[in-house]
Structures are given as C-alpha cells and as structure tokens.
C-alpha cells in the first residue's frame, strides 16, 4: 500500500473523478448502460488493490468488493438478471463486511452479542418473508431478505464503531438505500402497485436513482480502509541528529 499521502490523495482523487465519469455517462445514456454500471463497480474492487496489505481487514474488504462484482454479473449485464445467484454473492459480500467489522470489535463481549444479533436477525427476516409471502415465498425473496437482514446490521455495528468506521459505515448506508429501492421494485412482483402510488413515483424517478446512491457506496467501500489504516501506521522513527 502507498504511504506517501500525496499520493494516496492523488489516486483517491483520480478514482473518484473516473466513477462519476463513468457515472455521468450511463445516467444521461451515453454508451452501453449495463457495461459502464458494471465498470464502476469492477473499478472500485481493483482499486481497492492499492491498498494490498497483509491483515484481515484488507482481505475481507478486498473479498467482499469481489463477490460484489460477481453478483453483478449476474445482476447487471444479463437481460433480464439472474437473480438468485447475485443475491447468493451479495448476501457472501455482506458476511465479509460482517467479518470484518466483527475482528474490529475490540470487546469480547460485544463480539458475541454481535454474532448471537446475526444469526436471531437473520431466522427473523427469513421467517417474516414467509409469514408475509406464503406460498408466493421463493429462493430469490429468501436469500434477498436474508441479505437485507445482514445489511442493516452491518450499517448498525459501522456506526457503532466511529471514527474509525465512518467511511465504511456512509457507504453502506448509501447500500442500504440503493438495495431499499431496488426491493421497493421488485415489490411489484410480489404485491400490485399503482402508478398513482407515491412508491411508484419513488422507483420511477425519471433517472436510475438507485444506482445514484451505489456507485458512492462502492467508491466509499473501496477507499474505507483508509481511516484505520492511518490509525495503525506505525509512527516514523525519529531522526538521528545530524
């Protein structure tokens, strides 16, 4: 990993500036709209390359942006999306996140209660999709569920460890927004609803809003071991006097 700051905010600088673009380009329909979506997403997850190091923390970072680039392979570039298979890697990307912020925990204690809060929350979600679905509950709204049920206590515990967290913890609640929309569409699926209805106005915005709140979510994600990591350099030795 680079430790020169000038060069950090160097690269952070031209990573950002190279999503937006990218961004900008598939909002206004510039282009092949699934391919530039799914170049963002792949550019965060190399990106997240610069900062190769050899602790828990940058491999569960680097795997989770991966599996998130495997799930949107699926769910991305195919016409229509292979939804089970994406949701399979989302719901993997977010026991990553998981994993990572459960290592970060310094207390024991709470390291428990926080694998006891995954699991309760977890048959929770599963078991609210069938009560609420019947017989209309499927493999897709199972794992989708579970994988929201993952997100929101991720974006809990991110929170719940600031500072050091705060770049982690925006950007999944940027996630968390993007992933409300895109289940507030695939709603329609399961329950009607009318165009007159204000969450239709919501999902239909004019623009691709939900992807207005991933692209940010996965360029923070991909940048937010950079608090911890300055956190955890080692101070410079003094100079010897001359």
Known sequence: MPRSKPLIASAVTLFFAAETALGILFQTGHGSGAVLRYATVLLACLFCGLFAERSWAYLLTQLALLLTACADWFLVLPS??????GMVFFSLAQL???????LAEPSPRRRR???WAR???????LTATVLALGKGTDAVALVSMLYYAN????????WTQLPKQVIMAVGLTLFLLCDTLIGLA??????PIGEESVIYRIIHPGFDL????????????????LPVRRRTDPPHPPRNPA
Do not use: C, E
């Open 80 to 85: 229509p999306p292979n939804q089970f298979p």
């Open 96 to 102: 990553a996140y998981g994993a990572r912020l459960h």
């Open 113 to 115: 209660v926080q694998l």
């Open 119 to 125: 699991v309760l929350l977890s048959a929770a979600a």
């Open 151 to 158: 997100l929101i206590l991720n974006l809990i515990l991110a």
């Open 186 to 191: 695939f709603l329609d699926g399961y329950i």
């Open 210 to 225: 939900a992807w207005a709140f991933y692209l940010p979510s996965q360029m923070l994600l991909a940048v937010s071991l």
